[in-house]
């Protein structure tokens, strides 16, 4: 939540050609405790300056040669996808106003200032593009959530299908292979209701940083839920270069991991699948990987099956 301090600490560009209004303007926002508060008399400088700074607000005169105020706001719309322009508009001209918020700024101010009003204006501005920042912030959280699982960090199941989908079209485009393996521990739920959930989910945690460590850095490893994990290789020379990378994967699996004090053995089942030789989509692809998981098992754990064809 913005506070006080927050708004106070709000970077600040004063945008204005006459240097008697910039002094004015600078002495007045720090007399009233204002601490990052910046002047340029160049209205050229302003869109590589808010490139550079990212100001809070912008206190931009509307009358100035050379580029003139509308001119700067085209400008800055450029750097502002959002399309949130933090102008307050400085004009002498009542017609200006429309004009001004028109073209985005967000407020103005009129010429000669009456210093209250500009005070309470440039308040009222940095508290909203305050609250507009953590409304974006807070938005890429929630999406940074949804498409990640929380205990390990590693893509879900939904991130992990989209970059399966954008693979495959990839894939089918260059006649290339991909490949997921389907992994899940042996006898997890064992630990789980010995040891407690508390070393369960460190275990988990531990699983997925070795995953991650173990293959490529283009590859996705995820968490499906529970003891399930797949890895995605985006590319493939064929099903023995898949199965080596399972291998090697079951293999770092199985070492020892030590655990709030305990030394845990575990190791862990997979089933292997590829595109094009086991299906066409992320769905039929995870499918086939899961019936050979399934397969894995039954040959007695700490092992890896290929898909039937």
Known sequence: MVDQADILRGKILIVDDQPA???LLEQML????FVAVTSTLQSTSVCDLHREHRYDLILLDLEMPGMDGFQVMEH???LEPGGYLPVLAITAHPAHKLRALQGGAKDFISKPFDLPEVLMRVRNMLEVRLLHNEAIEHGTMLEA????????GLANRRLLTDRMTMALIRARRNKSAMAVIYLDLDGFKAINDTLGHDVGDALLQGVAARLVAAVREEDTVARLGGDEFMVALWLVSGPAD????AAKV???????????GHEIRVTASA??????????DAEALTKCADAALYEAKRAGKNTFHLAAT
């Open 271 to 280: 089933g292997v699948a590829l595109y094009p030789l086991h299906g066409q």
């Open 242 to 245: 898949a199965t080596n990378v």
């Open 21 to 23: 209004n910039v002094l």
């Open 145 to 152: 959530l949804a498409l990640t699982d929380p205990l390990t």
């Open 250 to 260: 079951l293999a770092v699996l199985s070492q020892p991991y030590e655990v709030k």
């Open 76 to 78: 800055l719309a450029e």
């Open 30 to 33: 720090q007399a009233a405790g």
